[in-house]
């Protein structure tokens, strides 16, 4: 039975080659930055707290708190499995050595399916905005207006652009678009909290009340899982300190240590965006308040001129507010290609997809066709989905994330669990973060996301829905489909290519898989894997 441990202390037993991907280029602050920033705080907010608010109403920051618990343990397997082996490849690499390549498979096409389809949500969010900011709120307004598509298809590839330029040009990016992120995010939360205690916020206000962190007054036990796995969608993200571990300092631990400050980052950021949202806005259902339907896809551009008003001040930090969303969108945009190329890199130098996948740039150190693969998938994705049921079904696949987040984080924590269930004994600190805490985060993921499977049937809960056409024609919604359609298309697509490359999938084939050299830059000894 293989598994992560090689040695049996807890030093790992040597640094592994880097294989391409250039050294050392990322520190502590700068992995904490792409973590928090590869979540899009602002734009995770705008276009999913509302769906929460109708789900649990004011307990939706008790959802906040509840939905980091499990976030957290999870964080702690993969600090474990990176410790031991840091691989660009994370669920995809550990689970295939530990479960076997089958599961590992799966998880690396969890990762790649959430993320093409969340590209197309990111790249339409984008478009419209850029219309907002420049004042043309007529097709701003109209998500499937190919002009919004035009802009989009031109966003994605500006951030593919970026990524494909190196890992430190990424980084500095993030740099610039998170500092606005948070910034405005600050000023909207403490102007909203200080308008409601001043009396000045409208008639749908409330104080911020103790009672909004009970979960037990949520209404019921199906409402309580859907608010979880749409709050999973707004932390989703902060693993990305992990993909770019063979890049980082002191890899075995700097990106597990930065992955785990950044739940607690945006923990903070989410408890109080959230409180002064609903403090401010209310959950009524008419004008600015968040269980008005309208206000569904984009909260701050709702209330954003209500907090500031009309005054030219005002008008300026709305338009601030606005490129606020914009730079969110965009700096997720960058993470999540930064992210896919690197996942498509581990499965390619393992044999698990094409190998030229594998291939590195000589001279930028970055997933060459990984990268490219990455933006014309997001492109065509968008493309296709925008022409669907008027735009409507990209709704749907964002929400269908929530099943492929859950699915790979979960599987992450018990792929820890198992991993390290013989060493437990060595102390009580390898037994909690280890093994207990990541195989109760990954049970309750796997949990919520099964759980959600129930109220993703009921068309109710999905823009577009499709009808069975024959007996016993079942009406099903478009989440459903879309969530359980793709996973089942990864596992087809894994007995297909199982028969035209069975090297990774035969455990019983010992064949040497020989990593492309690495560029000029860095000398660095070839890798032999050998797959067990």
Known sequence: MPVIPRTTTDEPSGDPPQQGLRANALGMTTSLILSVASAAPAYSLAATLAFIVAFVGFQAPSIVVLAFVPILFVSFGYA??????????TI???????????VGFMGGWAIITSFVL??????????????????????????????????????????????YRGIEVAAAVQRALLFLEFGMLAVLSVVALVRVYSGSAGPGAHHPQLSWLN????????????????????????????????????RHRTP?????????TLLGLYLVATIATLAFAGIGTTGIGLGNPDNFGDVFSAIGRAVFGDSGFGSFLWHLLVLMVLSSAAASTETTVLTLGRTM???????????????????????????IATGIAGAICYIVMNFLSDGQVIGDAVSSCGLMIAFYYGLTGLTSAWA????????????????????????????????????DWDPANSYTSWTLPFAPHWHIGGVFLIGVGTLLLGWLLMLGYARVAPEFFDRTARREVQVPAAPPHESVPQLTVTIR
């Open 420 to 455: 390290y269930r013989d060493q437990w004994r060595r102390s009580a600190g390898d037994l909690w973060l280890r093994v207990v805490l990541p195989a109760i985060g990954g049970l309750i993921l796997v949990a919520a996301g099964l759980w959600s499977l129930r109220n």
């Open 92 to 102: 995809f690499t550990w689970a295939s050595r530990v479960l076997g390549p089958r």
């Open 215 to 250: 979960p037990f007054e949520i209404p019921s036990p199906s409402a309580f899982v859907s608010g979880l796995v749409l709050m999973l969608f707004i932390y989703w993200g902060w693993e990305t300190a992990l993909t770019v571990n063979e890049e980082t300092t002191d």
């Open 256 to 264: 597990g240590r930065a992955a785990a400050w950044s739940t607690l």
């Open 345 to 371: 890199l581990a499965m390619g130098r393992r044999g698990a997809a094409p190998r030229i996948l594998a291939k590195v740039h000589p001279r930028y150190a970055i997933p060459q066709f990984g990268t």
């Open 118 to 163: 969340v590209l197309a949500s990111l790249a339409q969010v984008a478009g419209q905005y850029v219309f907002i900011l420049f004042g043309a709120e007529g097709i701003g307004a109209d998500p499937s207006s190919p002009w919004v598509l035009l802009v989009g298809l031109g966003w994605i590839a500006l951030m593919s652009a970026v990524c």
């Open 80 to 89: 474990a499995l990176n410790r031991q082996e840091p691989d660009c490849g």
